[in-house]
């Protein structure tokens, strides 16, 4: 069956760095797109980045992009999220979620979801 | 494009038809989905294009919808159907995701 398994969360400061990660399994990793989607605490869902089944192309929410570097290891089937200069409003939970197709795009939806992993922004 | 949902909150009782809204700011594809997420847990896909239900969701559950409005109906509430529900859609080209401020159904 399908697992995805977020790790990496933490507490850091704001302006330091955190890298999550994602292992999969269950599934041909190599085939489908990838993203991660948060929730901050007691809010709703946001979007923040999405890679492509090779890795060839990514994409960032406005509030992350320059910030947040997404990438995949099809080696190890595992997704990473870098995510550099934190803020505060960066404390969430974060979900690793599959794509149903190779590409984000139009028919983008996410089937399956980790458990997620909490990174805490505080001085 | 901004997805807006109501009721915010929606407090019904088992056994009772639920009807959630989510209004698009402008004229979206029908490639659109709703979410359902309980308490602690990661959400889960309930239904994509507009009306066809994911693997596992009860047939209680159905979609429709077109242009800005779409809506996910509920026939008959089951106690575990109580939680809240996301609507999605893209948003901008290179392609970015949005969802709805959610609707959270509660037991009466």
């Known amino acids: 069956q399908v697992q995805l398994v977020e790790s990496g969360g933490g507490v850091k400061q704001p302006g330091r760095s955190l890298r999550l990660s994602c292992a999969a399994s269950?599934?041909?990793?190599?085939?489908?797109?990838m993203h991660w989607v948060r929730q901050a605490p007691g809010k709703g869902l946001e979007w923040v980045a999405g890679v492509s089944f090779d890795g060839s192309h990514d994409y960032y929410a406005d509030s992350v992009k320059g910030r947040f570097t997404i990438s995949r290891d099809s080696s190890n089937n595992t997704l990473y999220l870098q995510m550099d200069s934190l803020r505060p409003d960066d404390t969430a939970v974060y979900y690793c979620?599959?794509?149903?197709?190779?590409?984000?795009?139009?028919?983008?939806?996410?089937?399956?979801w980790g458990r997620g992993t909490l990174a805490t922004v505080s001085s | 494009i901004v997805l807006t949902q109501s009721p915010a909150t929606l407090s019904m009782s088992p056994g009772e038809r639920a009807t959630l809204s989510c209004r698009a700011s402008?004229?979206?594809?029908?490639?659109f989905a709703w979410y359902q997420q309980k308490p602690g847990q990661a959400p889960r896909l309930l239904i994509y294009n507009t009306s066809i239900r994911a693997p596992g969701t009860p047939a209680r559950f159905s979609g429709s919808g077109s242009g800005t409005d779409f809506t996910l109906t509920i026939s008959s509430l089951e106690p575990e159907d109580f939680a809240v529900y996301y609507c999605?859609?893209?948003?901008?080209?290179?392609?970015?995701?949005?969802f709805g401020p959610g609707t959270k159904l509660d037991i009466k």
């Open positions: 402008q004229s979206v594809s029908a490639y």
């Open positions: 999605q859609h893209r948003t901008d080209w290179p392609p970015k995701f949005t």
């Open positions: 269950g599934f041909g990793f190599s085939d489908y797109a």
């Open positions: 979620a599959r794509d149903k197709d190779a590409f984000p795009g139009d028919a983008t939806r996410f089937d399956y």
